[in-house]
């Protein structure tokens, strides 16, 4: 098959951008891995997800593009390139333009989450500090509304009073020129849960925790802008995960069975990540759902969708044509 890759290459930060600018985007090392692993079985054709890549669709017609992609630019940027190949009819790996929108806004899929009675923290969005709000009970998390990577989210943002309450608005709307939402902070266990398939036959791979107890001292129990890239990298990994997940079978059934709403909640297709984290009773709620979830290849940069592939005896390699074989086996197409 004639296979379109389509992601967006990391630019070299300089002094003018932010540290966390290129968060959502890819390096070379996975471009690169996931070129080879798709070139194992098909030709592949790489595309840059920018400004040109509806005219590149257009001349290399591929039959479907494996998607990653993450965009820059609106409060739809991960939609774009589904957009584009949609009204070209060239089908595409993951989720609809809808859903990928309403997933980058945590708020609106918090929204479709709780009309469908799947556990979330109760939470308010604030556009306007000025305006009064009724806020849940401290201690509250204050994170960008529409953002990934744990971009905004730093040690700080939880916070325990209003004078820090509000100043983490202010950081918020400023510093990420998109609203703010605070939600209620959830205490207990974090874990990760990764998904593939469609319909009935959507797999939930084995459970990744997150455990805080690895952060240097005196650190909020939160998977920060910090903890996921500065305290934990590489050359120094952060044993901070634990998959499977050490965890009673009755917890693994209840966490799994929220993710699966979660996922069908929001019309989720082939593959996404799901955070999950437990409130002061035990029961797992929904933080939020990333349907272009990231896949670095290196083991030791902590990877948890590759990490969980791995737990289940899946390669790297496996992972990425199974994405693939899923999308295709969706449109009717023969892998
Ligand atoms: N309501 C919450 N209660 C407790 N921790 C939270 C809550 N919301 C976010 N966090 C912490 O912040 C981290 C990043 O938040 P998340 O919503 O997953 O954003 P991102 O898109 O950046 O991954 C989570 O992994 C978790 O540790
Ligand atoms: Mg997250």
Redesign the pocket.
């Known amino acids: 098959m004639k296979v379109g890759f389509c992601y967006n290459l990391k630019k070299p930060a300089d002094e003018s951008t932010p540290a966390d600018l290129y968060a959502e985007w890819d390096d070379e090392e996975t471009i690169g891995a996931v070129h080879s692993a798709l070139a194992r079985k098909h030709e592949v054709i790489p595309i840059e997800g920018d400004e040109d890549a509806f005219e590149n669709f257009r001349k290399y017609r591929p039959d479907i593009v494996f998607n990653m992609a993450e965009g820059m630019h609106g409060t739809s940027r991960e939609s774009q390139i589904p957009a584009m190949l949609e009204m070209l009819r060239i089908p595409y790996t993951g989720s609809d333009p809808l859903t990928l929108a309403v997933c980058l806004d945590?708020a609106a899929a918090k929204v479709a989450l709780s009309y469908y009675r799947v556990p979330t923290?109760p939470f308010v969005v604030v556009l306007d500090p000025r305006v009064k709000t009724r806020f849940p009970p401290f201690p509250l998390?204050v994170?960008p509304l529409r953002?990934?990577?744990?971009?905004g989210?730093q040690n700080r943002s939880l916070v325990r009073n209003a004078r820090q309450l509000k100043e983490e608005i202010h950081r918020v709307l400023t510093q990420y020129r998109q609203p703010a939402l605070v939600?209620?902070?959830?205490p207990g266990r974090?874990f990760t849960v990764a998904l593939l398939g469609n319909g009935n036959a959507v797999e939930v791979l084995p459970i990744v925790e997150?455990r805080f107890e690895e952060l240097p001292d005196h650190i909020n129990p939160?998977?920060?802008y910090e903890a996921k890239w500065i305290w934990d990298t590489v050359e120094k990994p952060l044993e901070i995960f634990t998959c499977p997940a050490k965890i009673s079978a009755s917890l693994k059934k209840k966490i799994q069975s929220v993710c699966r709403a979660a996922y069908t909640a929001l019309g989720v297709r082939d593959w996404c990540r799901i955070?999950v984290?437990l409130d002061e009773a035990g029961e797992p709620h929904i933080?939020?759902l990333n349907p272009l979830p990231g896949i670095l290849p290196n083991p030791d940069a902590n990877s948890c969708f590759p990490k969980a592939a791995r737990t289940a005896g899946m390669s790297y390699d496996e992972l990425v044509n199974r994405v693939l074989d899923t999308a295709c086996r969706r449109v009717g197409l023969k892998p």
């Open positions: 945590k923290a998390i994170k953002e990934g990577s744990s971009r989210i939600e209620k902070f959830l974090e997150i939160i998977y920060s955070d984290r933080l939020e």
